[in-house]
């Protein structure tokens, strides 16, 4: 059974860095099209914050670029994003996120999701 665990979630306040990090189980990170991170701000879409390729290519988010920085390490099945700079609008719950269609993935109906971790920035 795939699964796929957040952690590294919190309070920051404006300005501050986190990292989050997502381990998966039951299926390597290197089977999959495309792996990444979206989140949800309450009473808002789903939205793709950035995605990695298995080239290691990688995109994100108009809104983070510069500020976020995703990782991947295959030897310990792990995705991280290193979120530095954070504001307010920042705020939402963060999945991890992980598929074999890179279509699918960027359209955000990836093969499989994490629970989520929250990020709450104050100003």
């Known amino acids: 059974q795939v699964q796929l665990v957040e952690s590294g979630g919190g309070s920051v306040q404006a300005g501050g860095s986190l990292r989050l990090s997502c381990v998966g189980s039951?299926?390597?990170?290197?089977?999959?099209?495309?792996v990444g991170w979206f989140r949800q701000a309450p009473g808002k879409e789903r939205e793709r914050v950035a995605l990695m390729g298995t080239d290691g290519s990688t995109t994100y988010a108009d809104s983070v670029k510069g500020r976020f920085t995703i990782s991947r390490d295959n030897a310990k099945n792990t995705l991280g994003l290193q979120m530095n700079s954070l504001k307010p609008e920042d705020t939402a719950m963060y999945y991890c996120a992980a598929g074999f269609r890179c279509e699918s993935v960027v359209r955000g109906y990836p093969t499989y999701w994490g629970q989520g971790t929250q990020v709450t920035v104050s100003s």
């Open positions: 039951g299926s390597p990170f290197s089977m999959y099209c495309m």
